[in-house]
């Protein structure tokens, strides 16, 4: 299967702080990935759909300006949580979807923990 | 808000017994796709199932689904212990291909 990486895979922040987390797809390109977040012992929740080469598409609640995605490249995509505070602590997971052969399996990055203090 | 509901919430079993967990959802979809998840881990997809299909089999996976009852099933026949997880059911819709919406997922815990 394909191969979607995340970094960091930890993070510990003051709050006020922004933090980058990188998305990338090793073995494919992605011209769609998807960010989610999830809290303990709950679902996954969709944030965004960041397009390559345009604006992510925000979901319902989610502010843009809080959440900034980048999209530069087939391969890597990025989620800065900009001014961080204690309510953003969350895994944060992306995934890339692979459009080879005509499929269109969404392949999970290991994902991020972002603890605000 | 969250398509896919799950049930049970949490299901303990015992090595070799089999696994059955259930997913509902709430519109059409083009696909409906299992996924599992190791504490503090990421997702590993499991099994995809389209709208026209009715049963797939994967290994010791098999998945049904029934749009008429918008709802699917996904059995783990012979449970190991490595199979604890969470599981999650995710719905891919007509008009957004692509997202998912994911269940609130079962908490499985097999015991040795």
């Known amino acids: 299967g394909a191969v979607v990486s995340q970094h960091p895979s930890r993070v510990i922040c003051k709050s006020g702080t922004s933090v980058k987390i990188e998305c990338r797809s090793l073995?494919?390109?992605?011209?769609?990935m998807f960010w989610y977040r999830q809290f303990p012992k709950q679902s996954l929740m969709l944030m965004a759909t960041?397009?390559?080469?345009?604006?992510?598409?925000?979901e319902q609640g989610v502010e843009k300006d809080k959440f900034l995605i980048n999209h530069a490249s087939l391969t890597l995509s990025t989620l800065t949580v900009t001014s961080a505070h204690p309510e953003d602590s969350s895994f944060y997971i992306c995934?890339?979807?692979?459009?080879?052969?005509?499929?269109?399996?969404?392949?999970f990055g290991p994902g991020t923990r972002l603890t605000v203090l | 808000s969250q398509q896919g509901e799950e049930d049970p919430q949490a299901l303990s079993i015992q090595e070799g017994e089999n696994a059955t967990m259930n997913c509902s959802y709430k519109?059409?979809?083009?696909?409906l796709q299992w996924y599992r998840q190791n504490s503090g881990r990421g997702l590993v997809h499991l099994i995809l199932?389209?709208?026209?299909?009715r049963e797939k089999h994967s290994g010791r996976l098999r998945v049904t689904l029934d749009t008429s009852k918008k709802s699917s099933s996904l059995l783990i026949t012979a449970s190991r212990a490595a199979d604890t997880a969470s599981y999650f059911c995710?719905?891919?819709?007509?008009?957004?291909?692509?997202?998912?919406?994911f269940g609130q997922g079962t908490i499985l815990t097999v015991h040795p």
């Open positions: 995710a719905t891919a819709g007509g008009t957004s291909y692509g997202k998912l919406t």
């Open positions: 519109t059409s979809i083009n696909n």
């Open positions: 995934s890339a979807r692979d459009t080879r052969g005509g499929a269109y399996t969404q392949y």
């Open positions: 199932i389209r709208s026209n299909e």
């Open positions: 960041s397009n390559e080469g345009s604006k992510a598409t925000y």
């Open positions: 073995d494919f390109q992605a011209t769609t």
